[in-house]
């Protein structure tokens, strides 16, 4: 019997696989790929903080209590009034003023806290994740009903997430608990006179300090979701990462198969090459090195600045380049450094660089001489 499968050596019935508490993320040291990333958000995989959205759930419906406390308060006192004085009749079994009355004073005073807690949670929620709806978070699933204890104590006890939630809670506590104790210190005179108060200074006063802390408390809860927005942010972008085979199964997918790729390949160059022997016959000389090498020049004086490339090649490439210009009785120019220079600087249809305009101009005088005509300048 190993000592990884029992927790109690006396009690066989008592068992636990210590694989249980294996790391399951193991090797998963890739960066997620941009499609890794998308597809998790499809599935609602998103980085947010519960924090955030709880503060502005917080923030704003008090703030609207303050803004609408009068109306609250009045339709409070009218409901008050109208069910005292329906107190007073002897008969109120077969009255239906009632259910209608409640409901109206109801809505009346819960509906505009009630809206504003609501769009402040899609709000709060849109601010950090964007227009984003799936039910894939809410589809049953059964795997998630087999326990992976392992798993759960993990992330619930020996993790940076529950060290990070352990810390933060603690901090808010002692957060409010500071702001509260500031408020009720700085109104402490007018606290304790309140036993020798009016009804309406008392309430007046409690409901300021407890809206001042109320308020305080969500703008500060608000700021501490900052950090735990980066921090779960993090935590997402972890619980993404890739092992280095994932990444090369998604290239492969994402790519096509490598055969596919390099027949693909092998077919755009001989496309390119076939179009670019096309343009061999507009060619003024051929440069060559000679077997190695082979650049077709134009050179047009009326539409171009200087020569320019409009097929080049090598081995065979250049072989077929040498044949089609001989066809064409295109002058075929031997000069090694210029070929080779041309093949690696110059790509197909650009003019050659300035530094081989008097080497060019050479070769052109000589190519003109034999055809009878003139050069200019170049």
């Not at 003023?97 to 849109?126: E, H």
Request: some cysteine; overall charge positive.
């Amino acid at each position: 019997m190993t000592s990884k499968h029992l927790l109690y050596p006396d009690e066989s019935l008592f068992w636990i696989d210590l694989q249980w508490f294996a790391a399951e993320d193991e090797g998963r040291t890739e960066d997620p790929t941009e499609q890794k990333i998308r597809k998790a958000r499809e599935e609602g995989k998103v980085a947010k903080s519960t924090e955030f959205s709880s503060a502005l759930v917080l923030l704003f419906p008090i703030i609207a209590i303050g803004i609408l406390g009068s109306y609250i308060l009045g339709n409070l006192i009218d409901m008050m009034r109208f069910f005292f004085s329906l107190s007073t009749e002897i008969d109120l079994v077969g009255d239906d003023r009632i259910v209608p009355a409640f409901f109206n004073y109801f809505l009346r005073i819960t509906v505009p806290i009630f809206a504003i807690a609501f769009i402040s949670a899609i709000l709060g929620n849109l601010f950090q994740v964007g227009f984003l709806f799936s039910t894939k978070p809410i589809t049953p699933d059964l795997n998630k009903i087999v326990p992976r204890f392992g798993k759960f104590f993990k992330r619930a006890m020996f993790s940076a997430e529950a060290a990070f939630n352990l810390g933060k809670s603690i901090f808010k506590i002692i957060v409010i608990a500071l702001i509260a104790f500031l408020n009720i210190r700085a109104n402490i005179g007018k606290l304790g006179l309140l036993s020798s108060s009016t009804f309406w200074v008392s309430f007046q006063t409690v409901s300021r300090v407890a809206f001042a802390i109320l308020v305080e408390s969500a703008i500060s809860l608000l700021i501490l979701s900052i950090p735990d927005y980066m921090f779960q942010r993090h935590q997402h972008r972890e619980s993404l990462k890739m092992t280095k085979q994932e990444v090369k199964e998604e290239r492969r997918m994402s790519e096509g198969d490598p055969l596919v790729r390099s027949r693909l390949r092998e077919r755009m160059r001989e496309l390119l090459t076939r179009n670019m022997i096309r343009n061999v016959p507009r060619a003024d000389v051929v440069v060559t090195n000679p077997t190695h090498y082979a650049i077709a020049l134009e050179w047009n004086r009326s539409l171009m600045e200087a020569p320019a490339v409009i097929a080049k090649g090598m081995d065979n490439i250049a072989f077929k380049i040498r044949e089609v210009a001989e066809a064409n009785d295109i002058p075929c120019m031997e000069n090694k450094p210029l070929a080779r220079a041309l093949y690696q600087e110059v790509n197909i249809g650009d003019v050659i660089p300035e530094k081989y305009y008097e080497v060019m101009a050479l070769i052109l005088a000589e190519v003109y001489k034999m055809k009878g005509r003139t050069l200019e300048a170049v």
